[in-house]
């Protein structure tokens, strides 16, 4: 018997995030454990006329292979996807790993070397310009682990994420959008955190289930040279394998000057990818009301609601009134602090306005965004 929850996901992502129309061709890349969903994509995608190419992969083959890769191979394993993604319309990402901590061993120049010549090029440069694309992760044991929860409740608590109501959620952040837009100076304090930075001129953009499955989040960027003071990130984070604790940063006039978390040494080798690396590329609000605890998944802990996160490195194109002052990298990671009461609290002043508070919204025009009322 098919899950009728199954339907109604591939149906939210080809019809509300992709978009997908007649005479398109759409990338599909994922796990065979999530062969339900994608049959279900590929029969859908079908009846709207559109062309499906699916890629499976498998995260111990992934790891593998980033054991013995090599500048030449990375290159080449870009070449050959390059003219895929160039003509393709739409891309759908699927992953799910019966292991989240897979490629903890790879030794990180390895990981490095292969954002470089195959992420970059491919998703930040071709996929994140130039598709309607969204990404999501696909249930499955591991996933239920990390989270503390049974399977059944784990996959009920998934579809009630990923298929609630977008629209009404897009709606209620307009008001914030709108209050964004028109900010210069955002201040964010919280224990051990005194940050500071511009988002003048910058563009904010709704994400309300059309690049990300969960969904959850209003985003910016901070102007380049604008960041200062320190921020503790309060929630794990789990980057290529291995999961940073309390990570702290200290910035001066945009650049990370000192970083440290519980493995200070892999955190210290992502910064130092390259030049961009040590910058912010993105500021966001977290506000899906049903996400409420980290699991060790950035897909579904940056959308966690009462939080925030700031991207360490590349900027999305669409966060910048003047393209020119776009931060680049090719690492691109999402750190995330929550203001909750449980996890210490903070605030968030615009112009010295206290906009939220311990994880709530204050203003009445931004009530509408508190868990209650977009459940």
Avoid at 131 to 146: G, L
Avoid at 191 to 205: E, M, R
């Amino acid at each position: 018997m098919k899950d009728p929850r199954i339907q109604k996901l591939a149906s939210q992502l080809l019809k509300h995030s992709v978009k997908l129309k007649k005479g398109q061709s759409i990338i599909i890349e994922g796990s065979d454990q999530a062969k339900d969903l994608i049959v279900e994509i590929v029969r859908q995608v079908y009846k709207v006329g559109a062309y499906p190419f699916v890629r499976l992969g498998s995260a111990q083959v992934s790891r593998e292979i980033l054991m013995g890769m090599t500048e030449e191979l990375s290159k080449r394993m870009c070449k050959y996807a390059l003219p895929l993604f160039q003509e393709s319309d739409a891309y759908i990402g699927i992953g799910a790993s019966r292991n989240a901590f897979e490629t903890s061993d790879v030794p990180a120049d390895k990981k490095t070397l292969h954002s470089k010549h195959y992420g970059k090029p491919i998703h930040m440069d071709i996929r994140s310009v130039k598709h309607k694309w969204v990404i999501m992760h696909w249930p499955n044991a591991s996933m239920a682990q990390m989270a503390r929860m049974s399977m059944e409740a784990f996959t009920d608590f998934y579809f009630d994420v990923c298929n609630m109501n977008y629209e009404k959620m897009h709606k209620a952040m307009l008001p914030l959008q709108a209050l964004m837009q028109k900010t210069d100076k955002v201040r964010v304090v919280a224990p051990d955190t005194d940050l500071t930075f511009s988002i003048k001129g910058q563009n904010a953009k709704i994400c309300s289930g059309e690049c990300n499955i969960p969904d959850g989040e209003i985003m910016t960027s901070p102007l380049k040279d604008s960041v200062n003071g320190k921020i503790r990130f309060n929630i794990p984070s789990l980057c290529k394998g291995i999961v940073h604790n309390d990570i702290t940063v200290t910035f001066k006039d945009g650049k990370v000057i000192d970083a440290k978390s519980s493995n200070t040494k892999a955190l210290l080798a992502e910064l130092d990818s390259d030049e961009g690396a040590r910058f912010t590329g993105e500021f966001a609000f977290g506000v899906n009301p049903y996400i409420n605890q980290p699991m060790y998944d950035t897909l579904f802990d940056e959308k966690m609601g009462g939080s925030i996160h700031i991207a360490l490195g590349n900027g999305y194109d669409e966060n910048y009134g003047d393209k020119a002052k776009k931060n680049f990298s090719q690492i691109h990671w999402d750190v995330i602090q929550s203001h909750t009461p449980d996890n210490g609290g903070g605030e968030i002043y615009f112009d010295d306005v206290l906009i939220r508070k311990d994880g709530r919204f204050v203003l009445k025009e931004l009530l509408p965004l508190n868990p209650e009322n977009l459940k």
